[in-house]
């Protein structure tokens, strides 16, 4: 990652915090881009404590396209070309199907799906502008291909199965002009959106319950998926495109009968 510019979507928190870090830990340019611009500048600066060679926080809701193609540009001007793209905003609310206002649905698709579509279109356009291939890794879900047990995921989870049918897609789609696009697939990880739908008081108890169903025993922290995400970023994963890399404690490996 040294030297290599990476612009890094809802990085101000959670997983996509941790992906910055560790790519500045690796001497990368990065750009981080989430809804606050002071939260996403703190990052930024975090990431040149930790040797970034490069660092800026922007300001950038990737539900609006305007505002994407804007950060791609100013990213690439203050950094140079592109190299690698996490798109990794997400958000959750949950709700079963039958009680599910449209707004709180189209709220969903448009942060966890069109953003990663404007995210991509434009980091693509840049990349091949630039003329010398690239990374894009989006964050997907096991609820893209299994329902989560506690239920009313139903907007979430089409999200992320259109995130990861859409990650195949452009892997065939970009394959010829060496643009890789994969999918992350992170588990129960240690972040405010893993609470999202859970009150306050029922945390504790939820974090026991999730940690005996986890084959591993226990949460990601949110440097674990980070580091899968950083591994497709670089060129240590040169021939992987069109996947999904699992990092998930085993859930998805586990079925979910006793016999
Ligand atoms: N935490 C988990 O257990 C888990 C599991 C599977 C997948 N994921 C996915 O991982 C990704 C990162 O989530 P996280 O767990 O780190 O959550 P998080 O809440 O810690 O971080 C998400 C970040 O995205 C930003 N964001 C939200 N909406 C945005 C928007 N419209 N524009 C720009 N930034 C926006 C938030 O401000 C926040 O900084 C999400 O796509 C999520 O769906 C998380």
Redesign the pocket.
């Known amino acids: 990652m040294h030297d290599k510019t990476v612009i890094v979507?809802?990085?101000?928190?959670?997983?996509?915090?941790a992906a910055v870090l560790l790519c500045a830990d690796r001497g990368a340019r990065i750009a981080v881009?989430?809804?606050?611009v002071k939260?996403a500048a703190g990052v930024a600066q975090e990431a040149l404590a930790r040797g970034a060679r490069a660092a800026v926080g922007i300001g950038?809701?990737?539900?609006i396209e305007s505002e994407v193609e804007k950060a791609v540009t100013e990213s690439c001007h203050q950094l140079g070309p592109l190299d690698g793209v996490f798109a990794?905003?997400?958000?959750?609310q949950g709700g079963v199907l039958h009680e599910l206002p449209i707004d709180v649905w189209q709220r969903v698709l448009?942060?966890?799906l069109n953003?990663v579509y404007f995210t991509c279109k434009h980091a693509v356009r840049a990349m091949l502008a630039a003329g010398r291939g690239g990374s894009i890794v989006c964050?997907?879900?096991?609820?893209a291909f299994v329902a989560f047990s506690a239920g009313g995921a139903g907007a979430?989870s089409a999200s992320?199965g259109a995130v990861s049918a859409l990650v195949r897609t452009l892997a065939i789609d970009y394959a010829q002009y060496g643009i890789r696009v994969n999918a992350l697939?992170?588990?129960?990880?240690?972040?405010?959106?893993?609470w999202?739908n859970v009150r306050p008081e029922d945390i504790p108890r939820m974090r026991k319950t999730i940690c005996a169903e986890v084959p591993l025993g226990r949460?990601?922290e949110?440097e674990e998926?980070a580091r899968a995400a950083v591994w497709l970023l670089s060129e240590e994963s040169s021939y992987v495109t069109g996947s999904h890399l699992v990092c998930d404690g085993g859930v998805l490996a586990k079925a979910s009968v006793s016999v």
């Open positions: 979507t809802g990085g101000g928190a959670g997983i996509g915090r881009l989430d809804l606050d939260v950038c809701d990737v539900s990794n905003a997400g958000m959750d448009a942060t966890n953003g964050t997907s879900s096991p609820a979430y992320k697939v992170p588990g129960s990880t240690e972040t405010r959106l893993m999202a949460l990601a949110p998926p």
